[in-house]
């Protein structure tokens, strides 16, 4: 059984992904749009990594509205704490437990890449902390890995892991379906405005790169159940498979999305 770990991360992993992170940057700007984030407005990034996207949100807000961004990981939060705004706080703390933010003080809530690493229990208590936290009327939105189209990344490694006699583990272990989103959100009491699944396209200059992005992104989980010797066998095994589809924009793969905007009753 897939357990996802806290405790993996170092300095270089939380380095990496403030320096390699821009997909989720990207996706998250698209997400902050269709949320309609505006100057003025409180808003919460929950599972904020190093603040990038907190950064960027907290130009959108102004001086006259403020941003709080939370991760449980520690050196992300150190990194995510040097992007001095005076309307940015940063601290550390976890999805289902926002019991250090009051009742109904919030504008805006929002997850960007982070569902996917918590468990099922995590993620409904985790939907209904961000819906006690909102305003009335008060919008939430997240994006996070789509169960029934996965990384064109998985099958793959999936294949070069079972000819090792391995399983895949740690890689997205808890991506929902849309219909599961939808209950989730319903049973934390949210209305939907919009619940979609969005494809990109990335192009990646060799394997090392993506695994790189695989390790900063996943905390350190990511084949952290193999041997060195075993990493090196699956990367070898890796490239064969990926450079089979190399473009000459790069190792170009798809990955899906569910974006989900939704909003609590009252306004
Ligand atoms: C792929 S990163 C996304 C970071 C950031 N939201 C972004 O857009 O770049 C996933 C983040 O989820 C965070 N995370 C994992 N478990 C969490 C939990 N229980 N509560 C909040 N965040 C969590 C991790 O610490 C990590 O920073």
Not at 17 to 45: C, M, P, T, W
Not at 185 to 204: P, Q, W, Y
């Amino acid at each position: 059984m897939t357990t996802i770990s806290l405790a993996l991360d170092t300095p270089e992993l939380a380095q990496a992904y403030e320096h390699g992170s821009d997909r989720q940057f990207n996706h998250g700007k698209l997400l902050i749009e269709a949320l309609g984030v505006r100057r003025g407005q409180r808003v919460l990034d929950v599972g904020a990594g190093t603040g990038r996207l907190a950064a960027h949100v907290a130009e959108i807000v102004g001086p006259e509205g403020s941003v709080v961004a939370i991760d449980p990981l520690p050196l992300r939060v150190d990194i995510a704490r040097q992007k001095t705004r005076s309307n940015l706080a940063t601290a550390v703390g976890r999805a289902e437990d926002l019991s250090a933010f009051a009742t109904g003080s919030f504008d805006v809530a929002y997850l960007n890449s982070v569902l996917h690493w918590l468990n099922e229990g995590q993620k409904q208590r985790a939907i209904s902390e961000a819906a006690r936290v909102l305003k009335p009327g008060g919008k939430l939105g997240f994006s996070t890995g789509s169960r029934e189209k996965p990384h064109q990344l998985e099958p793959i490694q999936r294949k070069v892991l079972a000819e090792i006699g391995k399983e895949a583990q740690g890689t997205l272990p808890y991506k929902l379906t849309v219909d599961e989103v939808r209950t989730l959100l319903d049973r934390a009491g949210f209305i939907v405005d919009s619940l979609e699944i969005r494809t990109f396209v990335d192009h990646a200059a060799d394997v090392d790169e993506i695994l790189r992005h695989s390790g900063s992104s996943s905390f350190g989980n990511h084949l952290s159940h193999l041997s060195p010797e075993e990493k090196r066998e699956v990367r070898d095994r890796l490239a064969r498979e990926l450079e089979a589809r190399r473009t000459p924009q790069g190792i170009r793969l798809e990955r899906h999305l569910i974006f989900a905007i939704a909003h609590t009753a009252g306004n």
